[in-house]
């Protein structure tokens, strides 16, 4: 006997790939309701459709995605294929393929609606020659393809995967591997086992190299199938142990269930009679009812009751028929690919339990539907049945002809050739296999490579940084003592100008409340001797003590303010020398505090005494001038003049350091302007 169970799963499999998701998907969308907001707008587009019949086409396009949404099949029904010859009538010949595919998806989900489907697609495919898009183009291929296969014409399914392929754009790989997994599986049920398997090793490394690796998994189980086929168990044997081993890890318990069931099916070609059914037990303990695939449900209890046929075990055989039945019956319906699979098994249990008239008439109809199929195991295990009714009923030439004609045709599926040809792609599948692991290898090295550059330049490039802002650390830390430094030694320096003033100020008022007093005294005694000469004398003292006074500490500058003192030194200077002096003083008196005007007087007086010391000057001009909360104090002479760039360095020889600091700790800003011959000017600025 054939291996039953293995071609009934093979097309579970492609059951799961092209259905699962939309048969929960349609169970999600009719469980769930779908809120008023939703229900309201429908309404209101429908009611559009009717009183604006030239937009026809822009409602559809909003009204369509709500319906597929709400899941109303109902509706889905009445105005998808209205909407999908409005697009092609416009020529939006792309809108009209995805609708299309749209409605393929509802019919056929729909065992009873498959020929639907297929003429939905088929008017799909009449026009995508006019579509832009690659990836609607070919999936109206890939479901034109998946219809035909659903009807069980595999030939057909084969031209329309391979157009599906070929108008899929690079871009749309995984969709290409689709197409390929899909053909190989269809070349598969009509015997091209070669052709099956190059399409899987395809598909299997596209899958790869996407990163899909459920599909590609998927792709391995049906190698493995097409393996047990031919004989190569340990190869079969190898993949479904990795399969098993992924599927356990991942949790992923249908699909473990399903290689499993091909693992059984393999044994029970082999002759493994109990191993095949020891597998299909742990499959059925560990599941039970509780599999999410109603086909793989049916086909566990089918195996399991072809078995126990065999056996003889007539109540294990009913148990599984029966429950077999009613899980069809529940989830399935009538017109299923499952009937031959019924038939197959109602035929076993008839035959084994001695009712070989009864098992004949069910043989006739599964030879009919075997021959009318492209599936080449049905019209393998027809022959093969019937070879063994012959014999139970004693037609032992009948039997020996219907044996012929099965080793006959199954030796022209597996003929030598085959075979060679077949170790011939599984050697250069291994061997491209091998390269691409070791490609990835390569790659991995190279990508570790990369990161370990990556990683030093990092590294570098953070230790630059460290460095860099280690010296800017430094440098910063520098400036802000250098600063600090500065400005300690500007605070130093007004302290020491302060201190300066008030000893000067200490040693002044000494000399007018002591010395002075003392002196005047003296002058009043020496008045009454009526001595002229040393009345003179005591004169001229008394006047140069009063003069060495008023320069240690000015006492008219807290009598009469800062303007007045400047005005007041000028005049004396304009009385006691030749100097022509010109002044234009503004009031800044109420700008400065006591201390901060002494400073301003003694800067005039220090200038002053340059001035008489070295400048040689006729004439002299004093300005002192308020502008916008700025006081400018300018000094210029017309003297002899000096050359800067020289005598800066050297403070002491005319007094511009404690000039410097005086304005400094005024937070003003001295400026000195002279040439040799041209006279000299001192600028100073205070910002209050």
């Known amino acids: 006997m054939l291996n039953i169970e293995s071609s009934m799963l093979h097309y579970t499999t492609n059951y799961n790939l092209h259905y699962i998701l939309l048969f929960l998907f349609s169970l999600l969308i009719l469980i769930s309701k779908p809120s008023l907001a939703q229900e309201t707008k429908v309404d209101s587009l429908l009611k559009l459709l009717d009183t604006q019949p030239k937009e026809r086409l822009a409602i559809y396009i909003d009204l369509l995605p709500l319906l597929y949404d709400q899941g109303n099949d109902d509706q889905i029904l009445e105005h998808y294929p209205i909407a999908i010859d409005l697009a092609i009538s416009s020529a939006e010949f792309d809108k009209a393929g995805r609708w299309s595919i749209e409605l393929f998806q509802l019919h056929q989900v729909r065992p009873a609606e498959r020929q639907q489907a297929l003429e939905v697609m088929q008017k799909a495919a009449s026009f995508s020659d006019k579509v832009e898009s690659s990836r609607t183009k070919g999936n109206i291929y890939l479901k034109l393809a998946a219809a035909y296969y659903d009807l069980g014409n595999f030939e057909e399914a084969i031209a329309e995967y391979t157009n599906a392929k070929n108008n899929f754009s690079n871009q749309d790989s995984l969709y290409i591997a689709d197409a390929l997994f899909f053909r190989g599986q269809a070349r598969d049920y009509k015997g091209e086992f070669i052709n099956a398997l190059n399409d899987y090793q395809q598909a299997a490394l596209l899958y790869e190299l996407s990163g899909d690796e459920d599909f590609e998994a998927h792709v391995q189980n049906s190698m493995s199938i097409i393996f047990g086929r031919y004989g190569m168990l340990e190869e079969a044997e190898k993949i479904r142990l990795e399969l098993l081993e992924k599927y356990r890890a991942d949790n992923n318990m249908n699909d473990w269930a399903i290689v499993m069931y091909n693992r059984a099916g393999t044994y029970r070609k082999a002759g493994f009679h109990e191993e095949n059914i020891n597998i299909l037990s742990e499959v059925y303990e560990q599941l039970g009812d509780n599999m999410e695939d109603p086909h793989l449900q049916i086909g566990l209890n089918l195996s399991m009751a072809n078995h126990y046929a065999k056996k003889k075990e007539r109540d294990k055989y009913r148990f599984h028929f029966d429950r077999a039945d009613s899980i069809k019956n529940a989830k399935m319906g009538e017109g299923s690919y499952l009937d031959l699979s019924f038939l197959k098994t109602n035929f076993l249990g008839e035959m084994n339990f001695g009712n070989p008239q009864t098992a004949s008439a069910i043989l006739r109809q599964y030879t009919i539907l075997a021959n009318n199929s492209d599936q080449i195991n049905d019209k393998l295990d027809a022959l093969e049945f019937e070879a063994e009714l012959n014999q139970a009923m004693g037609n032992y030439a009948k039997a020996f002809e219907s044996l012929q004609k099965w080793t006959y045709k199954k030796d022209s599926i597996f003929a030598v050739n085959k075979a060679t040809s077949f170790a011939y792609y599984q050697t250069l599948y291994e061997t491209e296999k091998k390269e691409r692991e070791l ?117 008219k500058l807290e009598e009469l303010g800062l303007t007045q003192a400047i005005q007041n030194t000028l005049d004396n200077i304009d009385e ?4 022509f002096i010109s002044a234009e003083l503004d009031t800044v008196d109420s700008l400065f505090d006591k201390n901060e005007q002494l400073q301003i007087y003694r800067m005039v007086q220090e200038v002053f005494n340059n001035i008489l010391k070295h400048a040689q000057a006729s004439a002299v001009r004093v300005m002192l001038v308020l502008d916008n909360r700025m006081v400018n104090l300018s000094i210029e002479d017309n003297g002899i003049g000096f050359d800067f760039s020289e005598k800066y360095q050297d403070f002491g020889s005319l007094g511009l350091k404690t000039i410097k600091e005086r304005t400094a700790s005024l937070k003003g800003t001295m400026k000195v302007d002279s040439e040799k011959g041209k006279g000299t000017k001192f600028s100073f600025y205070f910002y209050k």
Not at 485 to 507: C, G
Not at 576 to 579: F, G, H, K, L, P
Request: with cysteine; charged share 25%; net charge neutral.
């Open 439 to 555: 490609l990835n290898k390569t790659m991995e090295i190279e990508n570790i490579t990369t990161a370990n550059q990556k990683k030093l330049f990092w590294i570098i490039g953070i230790s630059i940084c460290l460095v860099t802002i280690l010296i800017l650390l430094y440098l910063y830390r520098n400036l802000q003592a250098e600063k600090s430094a500065k400005k300690m030694q500007e605070q130093f320096s007004r302290d020491l100008l302060v201190y300066q003033e008030e000893e000067r100020k200490r040693i002044s008022k000494d000399l007018h409340d002591g010395l002075g007093q003392s002196l005047l005294l003296i002058k009043n005694k020496v008045a009454m001797s009526a001595d002229p000469s040393a009345t003179g004398l005591l004169n001229s003292a008394i006047e140069e003590l009063r003069g060495i006074s008023r320069s240690l500490h000015p006492f």
């Open 576 to 579: 006691e020398t030749e100097i």
